[in-house]
């Protein structure tokens, strides 16, 4: 399945592979937390590309001094409905520091990623047949668009209207 | 009141348009219903028994006479016209049709008004006690920092599908009008003994099928933090309250779960990693906020009205009205007046276009321009000169509205029951309306006094039964529609769940019930002693005798 990846719709290179298969020949695998935290120097040993998929009940400080490790981390959820891997995606960013791709798998949709952008999210694998497919990348720009100044600081760059009325006011100040 | 900026505008009108876009994806079949969902929730939009009902909200519960027009103008251009105030300060429409949704909502964002977050499992519509800005007693207005919290919260990417839904209270003064001890968050604003302002936090309490009074986990919250702890709070609750089942997924189930002093633990881990950051409001942005709310220009009057107490004095039903609706005002020479919408056999929180036309004239000519609505179902005008308070008295007897009966047994607040919603098991509406024919009488339930009678269909308890002095729970047995009674809840600064005094009562009996609990405090009463006082010291044995010494 592709995924929407800054803002263009691209081929996923990351695989992910079950605890119980071995990772040999797979150039950018991701793995479960359980495999990581019990094969973590092996992992390592290969030198290659690594992936992680943490359950969204997982408290990302488990893995917060080893996030260099990972070229991605990817969080789920179950269904939109589930909220859980936002708080995560802004945990990772904003206090452990983490800079490589956070990505979102499950089931989410349009109308989430809006959400998944302001929390820090910079990839999203598109879900569903190829009709959705074809209009992903459309709703991904629309949803983006949709609203041009938020209520509140995230993890994203958009400046919160407040930030917004405090230049107004030192702008006013100064002239 | 709060004016909005560029900024807040902006957020409405294109909230309306990106529902647009949702409601024409639905309608085209792009969105199913599963999905189309909780986004029309986080735009007040549900599916009811009958057809869809759109929730409108009332930040804080304050409104203009411009946008009660409007509220009256979309209940005769869109609904069938009359509207349906809440008891979280919302206003309902029950028959709108989807497609033209989007349009009432572009009518609501003229007049700086929205649905945003009247539902779903995201932050729910702040509220506040209703007497705000105009009461003797508070420390400050609440209004400031509810809209505060109104902002932050709005489209919250963090916030938007938690375990459940999520409701905030503030209260301004020690006397807790807003119902802080039953919220998810309630915020009581306080003096510490520097003289500070600050906010004492209530979490996890609630009403529903798990009734709790929240603990205090926090007792002193500096005003400046306020945002960085809410986030804290939701942080908390949005990883850990449960998913697994919709019954056990509010705050107060995980609260419960841990304690309280583990989970104010919790949060507080989570807020001194949080605080000091970019949600602390710069001064600057408070005081703009602030002077919104500033005081409106009063008069500078004497404290006694010569012609108002003539016209009390002369004028009995004027006098016996004063005696409920009439409430004291911070400045001197003004009152608060508190509109019924609670006329014998009507349905609580009901007015009509008319009605609402009617109000929002007398708050322009009489009232600073400004209304409130009570999370009690009734509306109020905070700000009336003493020697105005007759001519609008006969504005709103005029209008149907002069319901001589705030805080007595006819003030009833009821769900919306089995004849609306369906979640319900029995009717909530008729049994109200039955209550209140057979106290009809306005001298008898003066001679009762203040007594709170609430009623839930169902054990989600939308009719707050469990905080009334009289609560009633319809519940079904096999089939037929029963009635549970339950005696010395309140939802004050004195907070209390009530008890079950025994069986269930049929649809048919269920008044008469209310009646000998009523008969039985008569009696036994001491001089001024209210409903909820003479239960607690009595106890509960003398209403039981009297209920069911026959069977």
Same mark, same amino acid.
């Given at each position: 399945?592709?995924?929407?990846?800054?803002?263009?719709?691209?081929?996923?290179?990351?695989?992910?592979?079950?605890?119980?298969?071995?990772?040999?020949?797979?150039?950018?695998?991701?793995?479960? +937390?359980? %495999?990581?935290?019990?094969? !973590?120097?092996?992992?390592? $040993?290969?030198?290659?590309? &690594?992936?992680?998929? @943490?359950?969204?009940?997982?408290?990302?400080?488990?893995?917060?001094?080893?996030?260099?490790?990972?070229?991605?981390?990817?969080?789920?959820?179950?269904?939109?409905?589930?909220?859980?891997?936002?708080?995560?995606?802004?945990?990772?960013?904003?206090?452990?520091?983490?800079?490589?791709?956070?990505?979102?798998?499950?089931?989410?949709?349009?109308?989430?990623?809006?959400? +998944?952008? %302001?929390?820090?999210?910079? !990839?999203?694998?598109?879900? $569903?047949?190829?009709?959705? &497919?074809?209009?992903? @990348?459309?709703?991904?720009?629309?949803?983006?668009?949709?609203?041009?100044?938020?209520?509140?600081?995230?993890?994203?760059?958009?400046?919160?209207?407040?930030?917004?009325?405090?230049?107004?006011?030192?702008?006013?100040?100064?002239? | 009141?709060?004016?909005?900026?560029?900024?807040?505008?902006?957020?409405?009108?294109?909230?309306?348009?990106?529902?647009?876009?949702?409601?024409?994806?639905?309608?085209?079949?792009?969105?199913?219903?599963?999905?189309?969902?909780?986004?029309?929730?986080?735009?007040?939009?549900?599916?009811?028994?009958?057809?869809?009902?759109?929730?409108?909200?009332?930040?804080?519960?304050?409104?203009?006479?411009?946008?009660?027009?409007?509220?009256?103008?979309?209940?005769?251009?869109?609904?069938?016209?009359?509207?349906?105030?809440?008891?979280?300060?919302?206003?309902?429409?029950?028959?709108?049709?989807?497609?033209?949704?989007?349009?009432?909502?572009?009518?609501?964002?003229?007049?700086?008004?929205?649905?945003?977050?009247?539902?779903?499992?995201?932050?729910?519509?702040?509220?506040?006690?209703?007497?705000?800005?105009?009461?003797?007693?508070?420390?400050?207005?609440?209004?400031?920092?509810?809209?505060?919290?109104?902002?932050?919260?709005?489209?919250?990417?963090?916030?938007?599908?938690?375990?459940?839904?999520?409701?905030?209270?503030?209260?301004?003064?020690?006397?807790?009008?807003?119902?802080?001890?039953?919220?998810?968050?309630?915020?009581?604003?306080?003096?510490?003994?520097?003289?500070?302002?600050?906010?004492?936090?209530?979490?996890?309490?609630?009403?529903?099928?798990?009734?709790?009074?929240?603990?205090?986990?926090?007792?002193?919250?500096?005003?400046?933090?306020?945002?960085?702890?809410?986030?804290?709070?939701?942080?908390?609750?949005?990883?850990?309250?449960?998913?697994?089942?919709?019954?056990?997924?509010?705050?107060?189930?995980?609260?419960?779960?841990?304690?309280?002093?583990?989970?104010?633990?919790?949060?507080?881990?989570?807020?001194?990693?949080?605080?000091?950051?970019?949600?602390?409001?710069?001064?600057?942005?408070?005081?703009?906020?602030?002077?919104?709310?500033?005081?409106?220009?009063?008069?500078?009057?004497?404290?006694?009205?010569?012609?108002?107490?003539?016209?009390?004095?002369?004028?009995?039903?004027?006098?016996?009205?004063?005696?409920?609706?009439?409430?004291?005002?911070?400045?001197?020479?003004?009152?608060?007046?508190?509109?019924?919408?609670?006329?014998?056999?009507?349905?609580?929180?009901?007015?009509?276009?008319?009605?609402?036309?009617?109000?929002?004239?007398?708050?322009?000519?009489?009232?600073?321009?400004?209304?409130?609505?009570?999370?009690?179902?009734?509306?109020?005008?905070?700000?009336?000169?003493?020697?105005?308070?007759?001519?609008?008295?006969?504005?709103?007897?005029?209008?149907?509205?002069?319901?001589?009966?705030?805080?007595?047994?006819?003030?009833?607040?009821?769900?919306?029951?089995?004849?609306?919603?369906?979640?319900?098991?029995?009717?909530?509406?008729?049994?109200?309306?039955?209550?209140?024919?057979?106290?009809?009488?306005?001298?008898?339930?003066?001679?009762?006094?203040?007594?709170?009678?609430?009623?839930?269909?169902?054990?989600?308890?939308?009719?707050?039964?469990?905080?009334?002095?009289?609560?009633?729970?319809?519940?079904?047995?096999?089939?037929?529609?029963?009635?549970?009674?339950?005696?010395?809840?309140?939802?004050?600064?004195?907070?209390?769940?009530?008890?079950?005094?025994?069986?269930?009562?049929?649809?048919?009996?269920?008044?008469?019930?209310?009646?000998?609990?009523?008969?039985?405090?008569?009696?036994?009463?001491?001089?001024?002693?209210?409903?909820?006082?003479?239960?607690?010291?009595?106890?509960?044995?003398?209403?039981?005798?009297?209920?069911?010494?026959?069977?």
């Amino acid at each position: 399945m592709p995924v929407i990846k800054d803002g263009q719709l691209v081929e996923n290179d990351w695989t992910f592979i079950p605890d119980s298969v071995p990772l040999d020949g797979v150039s950018r695998p991701v793995v479960s +937390l359980a %495999r990581w935290q019990g094969e !973590s120097r092996a992992l390592l $040993g290969r030198n290659r590309w &690594l992936g992680l998929r @943490l359950p969204n009940i997982a408290d990302p400080a488990v893995i917060g001094a080893e996030l260099h490790c990972f070229a991605l981390i990817e969080l789920e959820f179950p269904t939109f409905r589930d909220g859980r891997a936002y708080s995560q995606a802004r945990l990772l960013r904003e206090r452990h520091g983490y800079l490589g791709e956070l990505r979102a798998v499950g089931g989410i949709g349009r109308d989430q990623y809006f959400f +998944l952008d %302001r929390c820090g999210f910079d !990839s999203v694998r598109v879900a $569903g047949d190829e009709a959705e &497919l074809a209009c992903a @990348l459309e709703g991904w720009y629309e949803a983006m668009a949709e609203i041009s100044v938020p209520m509140q600081p995230a993890s994203d760059r958009r400046p919160p209207a407040s930030s917004l009325r405090e230049r107004r006011r030192a702008a006013a100040g100064a002239s | 009141m709060y004016r909005y900026d560029e900024f807040d505008s902006a957020l409405v009108n294109e909230r309306v348009a990106q529902f647009r876009g949702q409601v024409a994806r639905r309608l085209s079949g792009y969105l199913d219903e599963d999905r189309f969902k909780p986004l029309r929730l986080m735009n007040g939009v549900y599916l009811q028994l009958h057809a869809y009902m759109l929730r409108v909200a009332i930040p804080y519960g304050t409104l203009d006479s411009r946008q009660m027009r409007r509220l009256a103008r979309i209940a005769r251009v869109y609904d069938r016209g009359y509207g349906h105030f809440t008891t979280r300060q919302n206003v309902q429409y029950n028959w709108p049709k989807l497609a033209e949704v989007p349009d009432i909502l572009a009518e609501l964002a003229e007049v700086e008004m929205h649905a945003i977050q009247t539902s779903g499992n995201c932050i729910r519509n702040v509220t506040a006690d209703h007497f705000a800005g105009a009461a003797a007693d508070e420390v400050e207005d609440p209004r400031i920092h509810a809209e505060v919290i109104r902002q932050w919260s709005t489209l919250h990417p963090e916030f938007s599908f938690l375990p459940r839904k999520f409701k905030i209270a503030v209260t301004g003064a020690a006397r807790d009008r807003a119902a802080i001890n039953v919220h998810d968050i309630g915020l009581q604003m306080l003096r510490n003994e520097a003289g500070e302002p600050g906010f004492r936090v209530v979490v996890g309490g609630g009403l529903g099928r798990t009734p709790i009074v929240g603990p205090t986990i926090r007792e002193f919250l500096p005003k400046a933090e306020l945002l960085s702890y809410l986030e804290a709070v939701l942080r908390v609750y949005n990883r850990l309250g449960r998913r697994d089942n919709p019954f056990k997924a509010r705050i107060k189930i995980l609260v419960a779960s841990v304690g309280g002093d583990a989970f104010a633990a919790m949060v507080e881990e989570e807020w001194q990693a949080l605080r000091g950051g970019s949600l602390d409001l710069p001064e600057e942005e408070v005081a703009r906020i602030a002077a919104y709310f500033a005081p409106p220009p009063f008069g500078a009057l004497p404290a006694q009205d010569t012609e108002f107490e003539a016209m009390r004095f002369e004028d009995r039903d004027f006098a016996r009205w004063c005696r409920t609706n009439l409430h004291p005002h911070k400045q001197q020479g003004y009152a608060i007046l508190s509109i019924s919408l609670k006329p014998v056999g009507g349905v609580p929180g009901d007015a009509t276009a008319e009605q609402m036309e009617a109000v929002a004239d007398l708050a322009e000519r009489y009232g600073l321009d400004e209304i409130r609505v009570s999370h009690e179902q009734n509306l109020v005008l905070p700000h009336i000169r003493l020697r105005d308070v007759h001519a609008v008295w006969q504005g709103l007897v005029a209008a149907g509205l002069g319901a001589a009966n705030i805080g007595l047994v006819s003030d009833i607040i009821s769900c919306p029951g089995l004849d609306y919603c369906n979640l319900a098991n029995a009717r909530s509406i008729p049994v109200a309306q039955r209550i209140a024919t057979r106290f009809a009488d306005l001298d008898r339930q003066h001679d009762i006094g203040e007594l709170k009678l609430k009623i839930s269909g169902c054990i989600n308890a939308c009719g707050y039964h469990h905080v009334g002095h009289i609560g009633i729970l319809g519940v079904d047995k096999k089939g037929s529609e029963f009635y549970q009674i339950t005696l010395g809840g309140s939802a004050g600064e004195d907070a209390s769940l009530g008890e079950i005094v025994g069986p269930a009562f049929s649809y048919d009996d269920v008044v008469d019930a209310v009646e000998t609990l009523v008969e039985t405090y008569v009696g036994l009463r001491e001089t001024g002693e209210r409903f909820l006082d003479a239960y607690r010291r009595l106890g509960s044995a003398p209403f039981k005798e009297a209920l069911y010494a026959g069977h």
